[in-house]
């Protein structure tokens, strides 16, 4: 049987189609594939990583509006917990003066001659208010040793133990019989930024009224503004705010009902710069 001109044209055209179909598969069609494949492995390792933040490493779908929702509450609890950092910074920091001598080179006869200018006005101050001082408590004031790494804290220990003393003058302590500051600045400067904020650790014993230590004890940590506020007393304009760290009372005598003898620990909080 004569095959037409025509159906051999068909017959040699469907094996041509077929090549080009496999070449347009090997050539394209599979490289894309792979392509897709590659891209795609990013996606899936990041949905896994989703899925496991949510804790839902078996769910087949994400809430997405619902994670809208928590994120939204983070920012804002960020930025409530950033107010709170600036506000506990603003409350915290020392005097301008201190701050800026803190961030100076240290200067020995500078600290001396303040350090004795402080020692003489609360000598003063103590006698206006009918306060007796033991002589050791102006021996506690924090000095300058060989032993001391960091000096230019020194100011700021100078700061805390002037605005403690001042404050239990002016709040009519009876007496004062010893202070003490824990000497940190023999520790090494920190290496790293981390280590911003110091504790300084006071030591203080005292005889008074309970009356008038239950004032002192209740103006520590706040601001002069706050005080006077409370109407305790007219508090120191740069006042330091210190912490309650440990605290002993003891009833004076049986003679004496109303006094107490007091041992007390407060801590201040030194930012650095």
């Known amino acids: 049987m004569r095959i037409p001109f025509k159906e051999y044209q068909r017959r040699a055209v469907i094996p ?5 179909l496999a070449g347009y598969y ?4 599979r490289p894309l594939a792979q392509r897709a494949e590659n891209l795609e492995k990013p996606l899936q390792e990041a949905w896994h990583q989703l899925l496991v933040s949510l804790d839902q490493t078996n769910a087949k779908t994400v809430d997405f509006r619902h994670i809208t929702n928590q994120l939204s509450e983070t920012r804002q609890a960020l930025q409530v917990l950033d107010n709170a950092r600036q506000q506990a910074i603003g409350r915290l920091q020392l005097a301008p003066l201190v701050r800026a001598r803190i961030q100076n080179d240290f200067q020995l006869v500078d600290y001396e001659n303040e350090r004795g200018k402080q ?6 101050l103590a006698k206006q208010q009918k ?3 033991a002589p050791a408590v102006f021996g506690g004031f924090p000095e300058h040793t ?11 220990a100078l700061a805390l133990t002037d605005g403690l003393l001042r404050t239990a003058i002016q709040c009519q302590l009876t007496a004062i019989h010893s202070l003490g500051v824990t000497p940190v600045l023999t520790n090494a400067a920190p290496t790293n930024s981390f280590e911003r904020l110091v504790a300084m650790p006071v030591q ?4 008074s009224s309970a009356a008038n230590a239950g004032t002192f004890l209740q103006c520590l940590p706040l601001r002069a503004e706050e005080i006077q506020a409370a109407g305790l007393l007219k508090a ?4 330091p705010v210190l912490f309650i760290d440990r605290l002993l009372v003891q009833k004076q005598s049986p003679e004496k009902p109303d006094d107490v003898h007091v ?3 407060v801590v201040g909080l030194v930012l650095r710069e």
């Open 16 to 20: 041509v189609a077929g090549l080009v």
């Open 26 to 29: 090997l050539f394209f069609m």
């Open 119 to 124: 020692l003489e006005d609360l000598s003063k």
């Open 131 to 133: 306060v007796t001082i």
């Open 146 to 156: 060989a032993d001391v790494k960091q000096p230019a804290l020194l100011w700021a």
């Open 204 to 207: 203080i014993e005292f005889t």
């Open 236 to 239: 120191p304009v740069e006042k």
């Open 263 to 265: 041992w007390l620990r």
